[in-house]
């Protein structure tokens, strides 16, 4: 019996045969494939500025370094997300705290991200920077944590791992409309992939060149950038400590290609919504919330189950569908109890509404090329695994 993962790539022989190209041509890294990958990606999100990385987790770094984040200041972000939207602020020396989920969207409650900044206000400890993820490419109420950043003065990174080709409000995510940067992840069980990648997109100047800096070892060839005039046509010079976080060609050149299905994947994605809304209508799990005025990327589909509609446990349910060859998974384990977090003295119990989500949730397979047969025999899995 073929296994149904809860969310897969799709390569097709446009995207081999572009990879090919690359490695046929002159550059296999600092060509020009990564500068026409960010032109698709900033036209398509209507940004002035993208740089891509090697993954979103470099992203959501460097992103971090170049809003000026560093040791003694605060990150918040959701507790409901992949760990890498949280260690961003310790790379730089930061402290970490949550806000807690909304319990329809499982975004970042805006309501919570209010009462807490007028906590830390009172006690001195208001957040340099605060990183709202779009899980499962539904937006953050974008407009409200804005406001908020005006109102407190906090940076806005958008995790936008879940959520390229997804509108807030009718236009693109991505487009930093109300928040500083916005970064994308390229992993292969995201929307459309380059195997490892992620992109920082961003309309400012200053902030797209210090990102390009630390890309790249904190090194410019850019004369106006330099403390001297420069000693030759060799010379480059250090300015910040910086990294190796560049993308390849090969990568770049897949994500040029995979940008072309971007909106059919999306739409697909839609398709595969609205048959599980139909067919999980009267099964004993409440399926994820949509908001009428967004469009989600829909990169996971998460049902909680009404776990007192139904005599089997959670952890039960799971383990059915994984024996009837069913990749359910579940995003995410909320970050603040891992151990790592623990250490830094958060409990389970610190966030209510994540440990409630967490103890019911479970994603559903959803991707451009799971077909409705499969999505049918999910479905019947899922009847079975909920028993009578
Ligand atoms: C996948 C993911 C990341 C990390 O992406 P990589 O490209 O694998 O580094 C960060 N944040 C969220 C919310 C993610 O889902």
Redesign the pocket.
């Known amino acids: 019996m073929q296994q149904i993962p809860y969310g897969r790539q799709e390569i097709t022989q446009d995207d081999i045969d572009a990879v090919v190209a690359v490695l046929q041509s002159d550059f296999l890294t600092q060509g020009p494939m990564v500068p026409k990958f960010e032109e698709a990606v900033s036209r398509y999100c209507n940004t002035t500025h993208a740089l891509a990385v090697n993954?979103?987790?470099s992203a959501?770094h460097i992103a971090c370094l170049a809003l000026g984040v560093g040791p003694g200041d605060w990150l918040w972000t959701s507790p409901i997300?992949?760990v890498?939207?949280a260690n961003c602020g310790l790379y730089c020396g930061a402290k970490v705290d949550f806000v807690d989920i909304d319990p329809h969207s499982y975004n970042m409650c805006p309501k919570a991200l209010e009462q807490k900044l007028i906590a830390a206000e009172r006690f001195g400890r208001l957040p340099k920077i605060v990183v709202p993820?779009h899980l499962c490419g539904q937006p953050c109420d974008m407009q409200a944590i804005h406001a908020l950043a005006q109102r407190y003065g906090f940076k806005v990174l958008e995790?936008a791992?879940?959520a390229i080709g997804g509108k807030y409000k009718g236009e693109p995510i991505g487009n930093c409309q109300y928040s500083d940067i916005t970064v994308f992840?390229?992993?292969p069980v995201?929307i459309i992939t380059t195997a490892?990648?992620?992109m920082a997109l961003t309309n400012s100047a200053e902030l797209a060149n210090k990102l390009a800096l630390f890309r790249s070892h904190g090194i410019t060839r850019d004369p106006a950038q330099m403390t001297h005039e420069a000693d030759g046509p060799w010379y480059y010079q250090q300015i910040e400590l910086g990294y190796n976080y560049r993308m390849t060609e090969l990568q770049a050149a897949l994500g040029v290609s995979q940008m072309m299905r971007l909106d059919a994947y999306v739409a697909r994605r839609h398709q595969l919504a609205r048959r599980y809304e139909e067919l999980l209508a009267s099964m004993p799990v409440t399926i994820p919330w949509q908001h009428t005025d967004s469009y989600s990327g829909l990169h996971l589909y998460p049902v909680r189950l009404q776990l007192n509609r139904i005599k089997r446990s959670h952890h039960q349910v799971f383990e059915s569908l994984r024996v009837q060859g069913i990749g359910v998974n579940l995003h995410y384990i909320p970050v603040h109890t891992q151990p790592y977090y623990e250490r830094m003295g958060f409990r389970a119990e610190d966030f209510p509404q994540a440990q409630a989500y967490y103890r019911e949730a479970m994603s559903l397979p959803i991707y451009q090329t799971l077909t409705d047969a499969q999505q049918d025999r999910v479905v019947s899995a899922l009847s079975l695994a909920l028993g009578p």
């Open positions: 993954s979103a987790t959501l997300t992949f890498a939207s993820v995790d791992s879940h992840s390229f992993h995201k490892e990648g992620g």
